[in-house]
C-alpha cells in the first residue's frame, strides 16, 4: 500500500477514508496478545464493506475482552496516589540497634518504590483536598521487602482498628447521596469525630496545613506507630519512624487548594513526574526515634497509643540514611496501581508492637491485596517480587508464574540437594521477638489510652499564630458545610479542652448562640505539656527556593536581558521559571527574538507558582487590562501572600487587581540581575505572613 504524508506523519488511506500506520520493519508489528501479526487495527471482520461483523474476527474478540476487564477494584482507602522508584542509602553500619540487612554496610544502596496518595477521595479526585497524605515505603532489602507504610501525619484518628471500618465510612461519600467527593466536609464525618474524642489530636493535624501540602516532595513521612528494631543478640529497641524532606516543608493556604483543585486536579502528581524528569530528584532522610523500655514506662503517654507522639526534644531524632527517588514508573497501572503494600512485611532486625492498630493492620493489607490484585500470587508481580532471591512450596492458584520448580513440593522431604528445594534456617530466618505477654482476654481499651486532649493542645500551642488561625479557619470552613447544628456544636464542644479561645473563636465563626459547653474529658487536659517546635511547619522554614517555581507573566515586548537574568538566579537556586503569555505559542521580545510560553494566561494561574513575576511591556499590559485571568494572576497571588517579581509597566495592572495602594515588602521590583537576585533570595521565605491580616482569603 502506498504510504502519503499527514502532516509529519507516513500514513495509508484506507477505502473509506481512514488512516493507517504501518510497520515497514522500522517499529515491531502489532501483534495479538498469542503473537499472530495484525494486518489493520482500524476495521473489524466483517461480511461485505457495509455487512454484519464475524464471530470469528479474534482479534476484535480479544481486543474488546481485554479491554473490558482493564479495571480492578481501588483501594478502599489511598485510592488515588502517585508512584515513583528510588532507592535508601545507608549512613553507617547499626548492628548494635538492628540486623536488618539494609542497615549494616555504609554507603549501601537498597532499591525503594514509594507510593503517595490522599485517603478519603476515589482514583479520579483531585489532588489538593484536605486530607492526610499516605507515605508508603516499600525497602527490596536483601533479606526480603520491607514495607514502612505510614502517613505524612504522626498520628491517627483512633486507636483500635475495629473502628476503621466506621471511620472510613463517615469520612468518604454519604451512602445515599454518594457526595461530597474527596473531603471531609459534611455530616457523617463530624458527626463520627464528635464522638470519638480520640481523635481530636489528629482533628488539629487535619485541620492545619500538613493537610494541604504543596507536594508530595515538601511533606514529612512518619511510621506513626512504635515499631521494634532487634539486635542479632536479640536486644529489643523501640523505634518510631521519620521521613525529613531535604527541600523543608511547605504548604498552600487554604483558598489556594481549593482553585489547584480547579486549575490542575493533577498538581501534585505532576509535581513529582516533573520534578523527577528533570532530574531534581526529591530526597528524605531517615529519622529513628529509638527509646527503651525504661523511657516508654516512664513517658506521659502510652507508647502503644496511635493517637500520640513522643516529641522530638524528649528522643531526638537519629538520621540514619536517606531516601532518594529518581526514577519515574515505565507504567502506572503496572508499577502505581499493582503496588501492594502491607505492614506485614517486614524482615530479621525489624519487629511488630501490640498497637492495636497495627495489629489490625496486619491482617487487613494482605486481605486487601488478594481482592484488589485477584488471588494469591499477587507477590509475582514485578512491582511486588522481592530483588533477593527466594524460595518456597507455595504453588498454583491464579495467574502463577513462579511455581517451584522438580518434583518436591513439600517440606521435610528426603530427595536431598537441590532436588529437596529449600530449608529453613534457624540462624539467618526471622525470630519474632520473644515478648512476654500474659494477660485476661478481654474487650477492653487500655486506661493509659484515655488522655483525648492533652496532645491536641501541645499541637495546637505549638502553632504559630497564623497557623493557628488556619485552624481555626479550616474549623470553621468544614463545619459551616454540616447541615446538623447538633453535630456542630457537640464538635466545638471538645475545643475548651484543647483551647478555650480555639472554641470561642470557632464558635463565633460558626454563629454558634450561647457559651459553648465543654465535653467532659475522660482525663483531665495537661496544661504543662511544653510547645514543640518541630511540629510547626512555619517555624521550620526551608533554607533554601530550590525545587520551587515562579510563573512570569510577559506580553510582547518583554525585556529578554531582565527574563534571562531571572532564569539565571533560579537556575542557580535549583528552581525554575515558567513562561505565561497571551498565547502558548509565545511573544516576541524587546530584542526581537521569540520566547516561548510554557502556560497561556489563565490556563497557567497563580495557583501553581510559588512565587510571581509581572514582566509586560507598556503595550502589553494595557492590552491585560480587559484579561480576567491577568488580574486574578495578580490578585490571588497578592491573596496567597506571594512574592512578587515587578516591572514598571505593570502598574496599571497592579490598578486592575485593586493592589496598586498595598505594595509591601513582598513585592521587589526587577530592574536588572541585581534585583532579580533579591528577588529569589525573598522568595526562600516563601510567603510574606505579615500580609494575611491585609487580605481575607
Ligand atoms: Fe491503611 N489501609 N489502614 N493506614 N494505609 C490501606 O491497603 C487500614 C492506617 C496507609 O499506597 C489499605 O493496599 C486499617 C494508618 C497507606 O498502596 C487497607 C487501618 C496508616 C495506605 C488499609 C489503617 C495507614 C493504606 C487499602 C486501621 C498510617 C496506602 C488499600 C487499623 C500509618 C498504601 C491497601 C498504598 C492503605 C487498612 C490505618 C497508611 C484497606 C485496617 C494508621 C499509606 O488495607
Redesign the pocket.
Known sequence: MKQKKHGAEEVVRGKGGELHQTSNGDVPILTTQQGTPVSDDQNSLKVGPRGPSTLEDFHLREKIFHFDHERIPE????AR?YGAHGYFENYEPLPDITAADLFQRAGEKTPAFV?F?TVAGNKGSADLARDVR???VKLYTQQGNWDI???NIPV?F?QD?IK?PDLIHAAKAEPDRDFPQAQTAHDNFWDFISLMPESMHMIMWVMSDRAIPRSFRFMEG????TYRLVTAQGKSTFVKFHWKPKLGMQSVVWNEALKINGADPDFHRRDLWNAIQSGSYPEWELGLQLFDDAFADSFDFDILD?TKIIPEEQVPIRKVGRLVLDRCVDNFFAETEQ???CTNNIIPGVDFTNDP??Q??NF??L???VK?LGGPNFTHIPINAPKCPFHNFQQDGHMAMINPKGRANYEPNSWGGVEGGPRESHDVGFHSFPAEEKGRKVRERSGSFADHYSQARQFYMSQTKVEQGHIAEALIFELSKVEKPAIRARVVSHLPNIDPKLADRVAKGLGLQGKVQSATAAVEPRKDLRPSKALSIALNPPKTFAGRKVGALVTDGVDRSLLDALKQELDAEGAMLEVVAPTVGGVQATDGTLIEADQKIGGGPSVLYDAIAVLPSVEGAALLLKNAAAKDFISDAFAHLKFIGWVQAAMPLFEKAGIAGDLDEGFIELTGPKTAAQFVASCRKLRLWQREQAVTT
Open positions: 483501594r478502599v482507602v489511598h496516589g507510593r496518595s499516605g507515605f508508603a507504610v505510614g502517613n491517627f483512633i482498628a476503621f512518619f511510621g506513626v506507630h496511635a503496588v501492594a503494600f492498630l497495627l489490625g493492620r487487613s493489607y486481605d486487601t491485596q484488589r
